[in-house]
């Protein structure tokens, strides 16, 4: 196939939510006794927080409301697919999407689907909805792939606590890719079995930090090595503009960036090549914490974001989920891209986030941190968390559940 | 002594220098078998910092994961000494 042939799919818009409160990271390693000296290497200056009226079914819809609200109907009823990739499932039968579904008004004719793989699976999911897109199998259709999650990490977690994010990535993937036009067969898959990190119940994780660490490593360079395989004279150093990488935490992506510059004989350059190629993207994620499958979207619109995007270029995307399985791929952005993701703001969203002392934090994560736990009849008294939401009506909350069926409301 | 026990010796000097370097506060006497990087204080970005450097220096190519679960100093003395002496 020539390149004048290869289909064209990807990203034909992105938005990111990142909830509505956050704690710096120095407020939380003060109230949990932790070392202050351990933020320079985790990189990070805040992370967001849920609130009990949030879970994994607002966050993905108050991601994806604003993508949908720019479409014609007729665009909206092209989303033939809608998948919402979770760690953070509310039931082992019924899909989070079922919930989107509704909330967004698509259309009946749709498929709806859940997947996981820890941070990996939105990825997974965008590669499988472009390629089926690319298979001409129904022209015109449109898949809405959001990754959502919420955090129930604690005292704990230790230092992965201030690393861990809250809210959800909103992907439109389609054949108009304005935000990110994929490079069609370019990817490199890299997995095997581990037990690094995992949610073995609704309320807590479990994390060896040093089998997840050097599983991200190894997976990088294994996932770019199958990447060049495929791609003729593909270079790490050479052939990407820019990198965005999942990202548990932005000094990982340093380490990890720096190891694979060792291992292209290009040590020498590591420093200026992080601050020129990678920092742009970890701007956002430092203010967020990790998005589980949607940190490396949160990255990709920190870059488009941060950047100064004056013409097409190709960058590299790493996403890595524990378990573990992770991909290598690339992509084409531009100018119009950066623009599709300001009229998004982003940037004002995280910035109108309120801060919370450690002691409210700790209050509402008492609430929070059972928010997945299934019960039959559950009541949230929304009135308690008005101060937190923006005006306009047009934010879905969580109210509680009965008989199991969860319940929202537009305030 | 053996062979095998004086690269053993050049092993856990090397892996000694690199920690000094990476964590110039931990005295080489602190540096014992039985204690992990963690207990010198290195966090989960100076460990992969102090791997990859050992990995440099003794021209190794091994993957990160083969040191998730050595358990002390002297554990990755050995692994080092193993790998090193079997290429």
């Known amino acids: 196939m020539t390149a004048a042939a290869l289909p064209r799919f990807g990203i034909e818009a992105l938005n990111v939510y990142a909830g509505l409160a956050r704690i710096t990271v120095p407020e939380l390693l003060r109230g949990r006794g932790l070392d202050p000296g351990r933020q320079a290497n985790l990189m990070m200056t805040s992370r967001s927080v849920g609130l009990p009226v949030e879970d994994p079914v607002t966050n993905a819809v108050n991601a994806a409301r604003p993508v949908i609200a720019a479409l014609t109907p007729g665009q909206r009823d092209s989303i033939e697919l809608l998948v919402t990739s979770t760690e953070s499932g509310l039931d082992l039968s019924k899909s989070v999407a079922s919930y989107v579904h509704d909330y967004l008004g698509l259309s009946r004719n ?27 199998a129904s022209p015109g259709a449109r898949a809405l792939i959001i990754a959502t999650d919420v955090a129930l990490t604690d005292e704990r977690a230790e230092y992965a606590e201030p690393a861990t994010g809250h809210g959800a990535a909103a992907i439109l993937v389609g054949g108009q890719p304005t935000v990110l036009a994929l490079d069609f067969g370019a990817f490199g898959a890299y997995s095997y079995e581990t037990l690094d990190s995992a949610r073995p119940t609704p309320e807590f994780d479990i994390a060896d930090v040093d089998r997840s660490l050097f599983a991200y490593l190894d997976c990088l360079s294994g996932s770019f090595a199958d990447y060049q395989s495929r791609v003729d004279g593909a270079d790490f150093v050479r052939s990407f503009g820019y990198l965005v990488m999942h990202t548990p935490f932005a000094g990982l992506v340093k380490a990890a960036h720096r190891k694979l510059m060792r ?29 589980c499958s949607g940190s490396v979207y949160l990255a990709l619109a920190s870059l488009l974001d941060q950047a100064e995007i004056e013409a097409p270029v190709r960058i590299g995307l790493y996403a890595y989920g524990s378990g573990c399985s992770s991909e290598f791929f690339s992509g084409i952005v531009g100018p119009g891209s950066a623009a599709a993701i300001r ?5 004002a969203r995280l910035a109108a986030r309120r801060e919370l002392s450690f002691a409210e934090y700790r209050s509402l994560l008492d609430v929070t941190r059972h928010c997945l736990v299934p019960e039959p009849d559950r009541v949230i008294d929304v009135t308690g968390y008005h101060e937190f939401l ?22 | 002594m053996t062979g095998h026990g004086q690269y053993r010796d050049a092993v856990a000097e090397l892996v000694r220098g690199v920690i000094g370097t990476i964590l110039p506060g931990v005295p080489v006497s602190a540096m014992t078998e039985e204690r992990h990087l963690r207990e010198l204080g290195a966090d989960s970005v100076d460990r992969v910092e102090i791997i ?10 091994e993957p990160m994961s083969s040191f998730s679960s050595l358990p002390n100093l002297g554990a990755l003395f050995d692994f080092l000494t193993t790998e090193k002496s079997s290429r």
Not at chain 1, 110 to 136: D, M, N, P
Not at chain 1, 343 to 347: D, K, R, T, V
Request: aromatic share 8%.
């Open chain 1, 110 to 136: 749709c498929r709806l689907l859940e997947v996981k793989q820890a941070c990996y699976a939105a990825t997974g999911a965008v590669q499988l909805a472009a390629g089926y897109l690319a298979s001409g």
């Open chain 1, 263 to 291: 291992e292209q004989g290009a040590t020498a350059a590591a420093d200026a090549d992080f601050q020129r190629r990678l920092l742009p993207a970890l701007a956002y994620p430092a203010l967020v914490g990790n998005l």
């Open chain 1, 343 to 347: 009229a998004m703001g982003i940037g």
């Open chain 1, 390 to 411: 923006p005006d306009g009506g047009q934010h879905l909350v969580y109210t509680g559940s009965k008989q199991y069926h969860r319940r929202y409301e537009w305030r």
């Open chain 2, 52 to 61: 990859l450097s050992i990995l440099d220096l003794l021209s190794l190519d």
